[in-house]
């Protein structure tokens, strides 16, 4: 994306935004700090997603940060930047996810296959709650929840990406829903008890 393609930048782009992105191309760190600043909260709230902990959602972030910018001239003008941002968060963690199934299988088995139930969801959970539970899942399923529920991918993109069977995503979602019911049903019952 050179200086004449700045001009195509998608409306939605404001004029900060469009100097913040000719910054960047310059290599200008001062630009690159402030495009930073400016998405770290977006971005964060993706990372997060398909991480363990706060900690891995900071290191996916910064890898994704530095593709964005080191990428920034394939960046096409006529799309939002915002969802430019979004892709590349997903993929970074996707690439941190790969990397690390090594260890992901080190998660205790018990906990990673509990048995299917017809609990019912009644209870209003915050954001953060959310977030919890499934940070809470194991790696493989966290990822397979995220992409498919969350980011509207579908079992064969899900398939393609983390290099799974078809089948391995269907079972892994349906085993991501059946472990959130498990910890609602068990976040329920230590809150009547709180309440006692």
Not at 38 to 58: F, K, P, Q, T
Request: net charge neutral; proline share 2%; charged share 25%.
């Amino acid at each position: 994306m050179g200086a004449q393609n700045l001009e195509r930048v998608s409306e939605s782009e404001t004029k900060a935004e469009k100097a913040l992105l000719h910054g960047c191309l310059k290599q200008d760190r001062e630009a690159q700090r402030k495009l930073y600043q400016l998405y770290y909260g977006y971005a964060m709230s993706i990372c997060v997603r398909y991480s363990r902990d706060a900690e891995e959602a900071r290191e996916v972030l910064n890898d994704g940060f530095l593709k964005v910018f080191t990428r920034l001239s394939q960046y096409d003008p006529d799309k939002p930047f915002k969802g430019w941002v979004r892709r590349i968060m997903i993929n970074t963690a996707l690439d941190n996810y790969r990397h690390n199934l090594k260890h992901y299988h080190l998660y205790d088995i018990e906990t990673a296959h509990p048995a299917a139930d017809t609990f019912n969801i009644e209870q209003q959970l915050s954001y953060q709650d959310l977030i919890g539970l499934v940070q809470g899942l194991s790696p493989a399923y966290r990822a397979v929840f995220n992409l498919f529920v969350l980011d509207g991918y579908t079992h064969e993109e899900i398939s393609e990406a983390l290099g799974i069977a078809v089948g391995t995503s269907k079972s892994n979602l349906a085993k991501a829903r059946a472990n959130l019911r498990e910890a609602l049903k068990k976040a329920d019952i230590n809150e009547c008890k709180q309440n006692v």
